[in-house]
């Protein structure tokens, strides 16, 4: 048997345990470890098994990942989003369907120091969906702006899946975050495009709320203050190289307390909780990482990606074609796995093919493009049926809402998702101009 058919038995057999719900850091753990065994020896394996650990969770890049998953923790015990939310509706709230707006807004500005989709969706729905359920709107709007909203926090710097991408591909994480900047806008400009459309169409779902004064506007902004400073400081700080990421993340960690503190959201007790919710939280991404990284070497053992990649360079296939049928793929996936599941499953493999490709452009350039576009439509995948898990976490917080309404209410959100999808692989350059801008 060549090493070729066992990486693709290994792929398959992977395929059958996540089917049959084993959880997707044991199967690809499971698989790898047989696959290593299959391909090496049982002593190599344990040889590997015996450095792995400590060689990457103990690696200065992996600090990066904890900070900043403690400070969205902090920020989401502290009770800012309802000041986020606030600002937000002071500004736009009185337009049609504004409240849905706003929550798109107020979760882009929650998600740019949360950096997880989960923890926004679940933290601007607490605060957000009483109040548009209050004015009217309907559960399919009020719930397909919160869940598309919550997607935003795996894009908008600074995303803890973006920093997993970087890692895997030995790509700067600070270039990889002003890559995402540009689509993160678009991503904000399309959902309440997409919104202003439904409610022109279906006028009894969205209706508009009182106009605010401009006193009370400006007193919204000195209510958020204290978020402008974080997010100004940690990714100022680090485009601006004062600070390594690692070092902006502790940073932003130390200025959350603080200032969470000085405001009131915070406690000894939230500040505990946060703490433990980040070690849960770490745990089970590193595990996830192992996993995948068991899973990636047993490939690397078989030259499964190497001659995958080789095989499209030479194969006279239009590198368009390759890119949208690997589109295709993440789209289909993205309906039954989670995003840091699917990219840690599919980068090893589809990175070095997309590196082989030419797109006229740069090697950095590509990869930088390649992984704005795979965070996108893993993001999709947040809000698609049937294992979208931002929408499990709406149908939680919202019982009274039937889950045939979240499901109808994200479509036009997934309409403007597709739209983007199409801008980026169209423009290029919309995913590395920030980035030469600044270097320039």
């Known amino acids: 048997m060549t090493s070729f058919t066992i990486a693709i038995l290994l792929v398959l057999a992977l395929f059958i345990l996540i ?13 790898g470890a047989a696959g290593y065994v299959q391909l ?4 190599g394996l344990m040889a590997y098994l015996s450095t792995a650990w400590p060689d990457k969770f103990m690696s200065y890049d992996f600090a990066v990942v904890p900070l900043f998953i403690l400070m969205g923790h902090l920020a989401t015990n502290s009770g800012i989003s309802a000041s986020i939310f606030s600002a937000a509706r002071a500004w736009i709230g009185h337009l049609r369907g504004g409240l849905a707006m706003a929550s798109v807004a107020g979760c882009a500005l929650f998600g740019s120091i949360s950096g997880s989709s989960l923890a926004t969706a679940s933290t601007m729905t607490r605060v957000a969906m009483p109040e548009m359920r209050k004015h009217g709107f309907s559960g399919a709007l009020s719930s397909g702006s919160l869940a598309a909203g919550g997607t935003l926090g795996i894009l908008i710097p600074p995303s803890v899946v973006l920093i997993i991408y970087a890692l895997l591909t030995e790509q700067n994480i600070v270039k990889l975050f002003l890559a995402a900047t540009i689509p993160g806008i678009l ?3 399309g959902f309440i495009l997409a919104i202003s459309v439904y409610v022109r169409l279906f006028p009894a779902e969205g209706p508009t709320s009182e106009r605010q004064g401009l006193a009370q506007r400006i007193r919204s902004l000195r209510d958020i203050w ?8 940690v990714l100022g700080g680090i485009y601006g190289g004062f600070f390594t990421p690692a070092q902006g993340a502790a940073v932003g960690v130390v200025l959350t307390l603080v200032l969470g503190m000085l405001k009131g959201g915070l406690s000894v007790q939230t500040v505990m909780d946060s703490l433990i919710d980040t070690a849960g939280s770490t745990a089970m991404i590193f595990v996830i990482v192992f996993g995948a990284d068991l899973f990636n070497v047993a490939l690397a053992l078989s030259r499964m990606p190497m001659e995958v990649a080789e095989y499209f360079a030479g ?3 239009p590198p368009m074609m390759i890119l949208l049928a690997m589109v295709a793929f993440y789209l289909v996936m993205g309906c039954l796995m989670d995003s840091l599941s699917m990219i840690l499953l599919t980068v090893p493999v589809f990175f070095p093919t997309i590196m082989a490709l030419d797109f006229g452009l740069q090697p950095e350039q590509q990869a930088m493009w390649f992984g704005i576009i795979s965070l996108v439509v893993v993001e999709m995948g947040l809000i698609t049926p049937p294992v979208g898990m931002n929408l499990f976490v709406i149908s939680a917080m919202a019982r009274e809402i039937p889950m045939k309404q979240i499901f109808r209410g994200t479509l036009p959100f997934i309409g403007a998702e597709f739209t983007r999808i199409a801008i980026l692989i169209s423009f290029p350059a919309l995913s590395y101009w920030l980035v030469d801008l600044v270097a320039n």
């Open 40 to 43: 090496s020896s049982s002593a």
């Open 315 to 317: 194969s006279g296939i």
């Open 226 to 233: 204290h978020v402008l400073v974080i997010f100004i400081t």
């Open 187 to 189: 991503a904000v400009i």
């Open 19 to 31: 089917f049959i719900r084993m959880p997707i850091a044991l199967a690809m753990g499971l698989v």
